[in-house]
């Protein structure tokens, strides 16, 4: 039944997608801000498919931590469900991704116009000094950004390596910084076909304090969001038992 439903939900998705791309794409002349409603249009009806198909439903927790305004939100990444679910919680968010996906036609000129954070991996500490560049200009310009201090998906328990670049937005824009926690890997797992019912939970912490010299921070922020992620997925495995 699982294979089946997620079939299904597969074509839809692509289905979608497709035609979204190339609603999007006539749309690019327009208005930076058009592009960011169609973003979240798109991951408001994946959601409800995901829901009708799948049976796989979301829990926000912590949403009086949702940001208004300018944040620095970091987030856990086990999912291709984490990379949309922030065009739907948050208002107008840029992602720092790698500038690998702004190749990719009509996707990759839809995040372009979006006004993402593009990094080239291989860059050295050119690319670090850009991406703080531009992660000011996001901030500056009232909006949140998303970044996953990872740089990829990690599988359910866990833990790849922070990258110190989250440290150094952290540093130059002095906006808040919200940590997030999720368990979405457990029900749509890293290069994974399936996609099985239950609960996605998204946890957004209290933000974290400023002006915390480098150590301190990055420490606080992988116990913040390391801590909590390994109680939701406890709690999921509780609640399959």
């Known amino acids: 039944m699982i294979f089946i439903r997620s079939v299904i939900f597969n074509i839809l998705f692509f289905g979608i997608s497709g035609l979204f791309c190339i609603i999007m794409v006539l749309s690019l002349p327009l208005p930076r801000t058009i592009v960011s409603h ?24 912590g949403r009086e931590n949702i940001p208004k305004g300018p944040a620095l939100v970091v987030s856990k990444h086990q999912s291709a469900w984490d990379t949309g679910i922030f065009f739907m919680l948050l208002d107008d968010p840029s992602y720092v991704l790698k500038k690998q996906l702004l190749q990719i036609p009509f996707y990759g000129w839809m995040l372009r116009k979006g006004g993402m954070v593009a990094i080239d991996r291989d860059g050295g500490a050119s690319t670090l000094k850009q991406m703080v560049r531009d992660s000011r200009a ?38 808040p910084v919200v940590p997030v926690a999720l368990n979405s890997g457990l029900f749509w797992g890293r290069r994974s076909f399936a996609k099985k019912p239950g609960t996605i939970i998204i946890e957004f912490l ?19 969001i390391e801590g909590t992620t390994n109680r939701l997925l406890a709690e999921a495995a509780q609640a399959r038992s």
């Open 206 to 224: 209290p933000p974290l304090a400023q002006g915390l010299d480098r150590k301190t921070f990055m420490a606080e922020l992988e116990n913040a």
């Open 138 to 175: 996001v901030v500056d310009s009232g909006r949140p950004l998303v970044i996953f201090p990872e740089g990829t998906r990690s599988h359910p328990g866990e833990k790849l390596p922070y990258h110190p670049g989250v440290a150094a937005i952290y540093k130059q824009t002095e906006v």
């Open 38 to 61: 169609g973003f979240r249009y798109w991951m408001v009806l994946t959601m409800a498919i995901l829901k009708a198909v799948v049976g796989l439903r979301i829990e926000v927790r």
